[in-house]
């Protein structure tokens, strides 16, 4: 028998929802601001299943989930992301006793901000122990993945998450913010294909992002909200 975590899986549905298997937790999450930096805070409690429909199009009356407004709007959700492995698509910041690599995803939730600087500061400045660990905290709470330390043997830094989707609120900048996936939950697109399965990703839901089906910061453009 397999067990909860060979399960856990996110179809994508062409032109449709994500489809989500394996009871895999959801819940919801609020960005809010502490001093210079971004904590998440806990929002509504949804209901949980075995396998749950998450809205992709950003129409629905019942988001987070699909309610069928998909087929009504006609929307194309066309994938658009390079299928290319993370290592393959990032830029390295080498910094002195600390590396970050940068995929440039980048779905303005703004945990990359610290009270001392910027990730990318932060990893210039990593002699310095304090600003080390602020630069691994600044990267490794971007729930897009867009970024990664690296320590200088080449070993990645990455949080142990358990499986979870959270949906972000972020109501500093009046949006509804992407899907938040964590724990390496393995994603199939619309043919087939499987992404590199990572520990965090972003995913689109206000149905306008260039880079589907991640996130690329559009739902803050366009105001989406899904109230």
Known sequence: MMDDEQKYKIKILQNGPYLVTGNVPLSEKIIVSKGRTKILKDGRILPQAEVYALCRCGKSQNAPFCDGSHERVGFLGTERASRENFAARADV?????????????????????????????????????????????????????????????????????????EILQDPEEGASGPIAVKGNIPLESAHGFTYEVRNRVALCRCGKSSNMPFCDATHISINYTDD
């Open 93 to 165: 910041l080498e910094g002195p006793e600390l590396d970050l690599l940068d995929d440039n995803r980048c779905a303005y939730a703004r945990f990359c901000h610290r009270e001392d600087g910027n990730v990318w500061e932060l990893t210039e400045n990593s002699d310095i122990p304090k600003l080390r660990q602020e630069a691994i905290i600044a990267a490794v709470e971007c729930p897009a993945g867009r970024l990664v330390p690296y320590d200088k043997s080449g070993q990645a830094i990455e949080p142990e998450y358990s499986p979870a989707i």
